[in-house]
């Protein structure tokens, strides 16, 4: 069983749609959540972490974590196409700060 | 600019050589890390490197060998190259503060013929 597990998609969403990407992750001491975006061919950038159970907003985007379903979630509002990347989520398994990522979802936001 | 930078972006070489891939940060971040992404993008970590501590994800093979001269560099020394090394390998750093978001290099694309 992978550690962090994400549907692979593609995830089609139309502009100005909800777009929402899901992980699940196996291990119950998992302290820190993370979600990154990966342009084709560029390295992971840092949206948004979580540590909290519940929801955190930033902009049109909301990461959401429920520890007792070891469930974590990003929800995009007003998708744009700009928005069209692999969207890695990534949690602390360990003490410290060795990140395990999923395989990432592929989120396609057609104009 | 304060960044992550990698070098080279891009390593082409033959099955056999050694080969080295250089990361250097000027965060001031006190922790840095090797990834590797394969071609299904699955990003793994290779090796955490904190204040002279190394921990090594054990299913790294021994061919690879970080060298960390001091706290903002953290080079990779791969040996014997095989065609299953190739991918594209990102440094990355965070600061010592516990689970902290990772910074992360442009990436080097490493192919294998």
């Known amino acids: 069983q992978k550690e962090v597990e994400q549907n692979s998609g593609p995830l089609s969403v139309p502009e100005g749609a909800i777009a929402s990407l899901n992980c699940t992750y196996s291990?119950?001491?998992?302290?820190?959540f993370f979600w990154y975006r990966q342009y084709s061919g560029k390295s992971p950038e840092l949206i948004m972490f979580?540590?909290?159970?519940g929801d955190k907003e930033d902009g049109r985007f909301t990461a959401q974590l429920n520890k007792a379903s070891q469930y974590v979630s990003l929800l995009i509002r007003d998708s744009q196409p700009s928005d069209s990347a692999t969207y890695l989520c990534a949690v602390s398994v360990n003490a410290g700060n060795m990140l395990t990522f999923g395989g990432g979802t592929r989120l396609m936001v057609k104009p | 600019d304060t960044a992550v930078s990698q070098t080279p972006k891009y390593l082409v070489t033959q099955m056999g050589n050694d080969k080295s891939i250089k990361c250097e940060q000027n965060l001031g971040h006190d922790t840095m890390y090797w990834y590797k992404q394969d071609s299904k993008k699955f990003l793994k970590i290779m090796f955490s490197?904190?204040?002279?501590?190394?921990?090594i994800n054990e299913t790294v093979p021994n061919r690879f060998s970080p060298k960390s001269p001091d706290k903002a560099h953290l080079n990779l020394h791969i040996n014997s190259l095989e065609l299953g090394d190739s991918a594209v390998y990102f440094c990355a750093s965070s600061p010592r503060t516990l689970d902290s978001p990772l910074h992360f290099g442009n990436g080097t694309r490493l192919t294998v013929t």
């Open positions: 979580i540590y909290s159970n």
């Open positions: 291990d119950r001491g998992s302290q820190s």
């Open positions: 490197y904190n204040n002279k501590e190394l921990i």
